[in-house]
Nanobody
Framework: QVQLVESGGGLVQPGGSLRLSCAASGSILRINTMGWHRQAPGKEREWVAAITSGGSTNYADSVQGRFTISRDVAKNTVYLQMNSLKPEDTAVYYC??????????????WGQGTQDTVSS
């Protein structure tokens, strides 16, 4: 089995920063693209950022210039550095990864989510 475990969420004031981490573990042969989504109360889940196995990154317009996605290939971990946070960034953040497991197909896996709240 493959698991994604997130950490780093919490409460921060507007203008502050948070850093999320997501570690993949289990019977992993190869990790392709990793990324982050978020879901605010009463809204649909939306894509935030992604990073390929080669290190190419993409961001949603709403976070471009404020968030930075990175990954440590050796640790099977993806990070999301969030700066200049706004109240509208409040959401449950989910990491996801496209992974080929040993003896299995390529599948998308999701973390359990971590709550980030931006409030004064």
């Amino acid at each position: 089995q493959v698991q994604l475990v997130e950490s780093g969420g919490g409460l921060v004031q507007p203008g502050g920063s948070l850093r999320l981490s997501c570690a993949a573990s289990g019977s992993i042969l190869r990790i392709n693209t990793m990324g982050w989504h978020r879901q605010a109360p009463g809204k649909e889940r939306e894509w935030v950022a992604a990073i390929t196995s080669g290190g190419s990154t993409n961001y949603a317009d709403s976070v471009q210039g404020r968030f930075t996605i990175s990954r440590d290939v050796a640790k099977n971990t993806v990070y999301l550095q969030m700066n200049s946070l706004k109240p509208e960034d409040t959401a449950v953040y989910y990491c996801n990864a496209n992974i080929k497991a040993w003896g299995g197909r390529v599948s998308d896996y999701w973390g359990q989510g971590t709550q980030d709240t931006v409030s004064s």
